[in-house]
């Protein structure tokens, strides 16, 4: 039986990503999966079900209720507060391998992860998907660990994989500890000064709805992938 309707997987969708992601998937055909820790202040969206979870626990009965899934979008992950923090490396690195792993034991075919920028190391300039890369904190440590974990992965099992090195955004439903954010609320104030680094990187911002749109093109590839999701 042919479905004309994609069913999606969204982990982080309480995410800054993961919302606005949630509003471009909708305007396909979609039904849509979305984890999340809480239900707090949930609305019923028409072909969006919540699913109450956390990934570091058992995913086994997780899949096992869900219908049949087409393709996982991985967003999820924590202690993004401290890149250097060692629990990107002896935590969470574990829990989203587990996690994918199970989605590919269960039959998802198109698996799309959220990788990261920095990935690429202390760069300047433009940067392409075919640079070597070379992370500088444990946080891209410990996605490019992944990266190359999921990979290995595909000398025995079938299935597509989609990685996004994502750069700097703004927009909706952004941390109030961004810096996006931080100075919007300082500008507010009419503040005279606002506290930061040296001030001397060069860094080129996207729109999180520009980003969202690429995710989601992304999303109906069925090849494997690696692309820089930013403004070009």
Not at 22 to 40: A, G, T, Y
Not at 128 to 142: G, H, R, T
Not at 144 to 162: A, G, P, S, V, Y
Not at 166 to 188: C, D, M, P, T, V
Request: aromatic share 10%; glycine share 4%; charged share 30%.
């Amino acid at each position: 039986k042919i479905r004309n309707i994609m069913n999606y997987l969204l982990s982080g969708a309480d995410g800054f990503i993961g919302k606005n992601l949630l509003n471009e998937l909708l305007k396909q055909k979609s039904s849509i999966n979305c984890i999340v820790r809480n239900f707090s202040k949930k609305k019923e969206i028409k072909n969006v079900k919540y699913i109450l979870h956390d990934i570091s626990l058992d995913n086994t009965s997780l899949f096992k209720d869900l219908p049949q899934i087409d393709t996982l979008i991985h967003l999820a992950w924590s202690k993004l507060d401290d890149y250097s923090d060692k629990r990107h490396l002896d935590e969470e690195l574990k829990i989203s391998f587990q996690f994918i792993n199970e989605a590919i034991e269960h039959g998802i075919k198109n698996i799309l992860v959220a990788g990261t920028c920095f990935e690429y190391g202390n760069i300047e300039g433009e940067v392409k998907e075919d640079f070597s890369p070379k992370p500088i904190n444990n946080y891209s440590l410990a996605k490019d660990k992944l990266r190359k974990k999921i990979e290995f992965l595909k000398i025995k099992k079938d299935f597509n994989l989609t990685w996004m090195r994502i750069f700097y955004i703004y927009g909706e439903n952004q941390s109030r500890n961004s810096i996006f954010e931080q100075l919007k609320n300082a500008a507010k104030k009419k503040e005279k000064f606002f506290d930061m680094s040296e001030g001397n990187q060069e860094r080129d911002y996207s729109h999180v709805s520009e980003i969202v749109s690429k995710i989601a093109k992304l999303s109906y590839l069925r090849c494997d992938y690696i692309d820089d999701i930013r403004s070009k």
